[in-house]
């Protein structure tokens, strides 16, 4: 009778522990998604204020070469 129950013993925490096994994992699965989660946030982000300022950038281009044309043709 009490070795049964030594073994039934011994078989749930056997299943205890691969059940936290298992908990653990799943919990390292979840971190690592939302981590690639937040760094590919974190690049869309980026990429867009790049693109921002390039459109900035150009826009003062534009607006440039637009007051020199007008200060080329005032001149002739």
Do not use: H, S, V, Y
Not at 6 to 17: H, W
Not at 21 to 28: G, N, P, S
């Amino acid at each position: 009778m009490r070795e049964e129950r030594r073994r039934e013993e011994k078989k749930d925490r056997r299943r205890e522990a691969k059940r936290r096994r298992r908990e653990a994992k799943r919990r390292r699965r979840e971190e690592k998604r939302r981590e690639e989660k937040k760094r590919k946030r974190k690049l869309r982000e980026e990429k867009k204020k790049r693109r921002e300022e390039e459109r900035r950038e150009e826009k003062r281009r534009e607006e440039k070469r637009r007051e020199e044309k007008r200060r080329e043709e005032k001149r002739n």
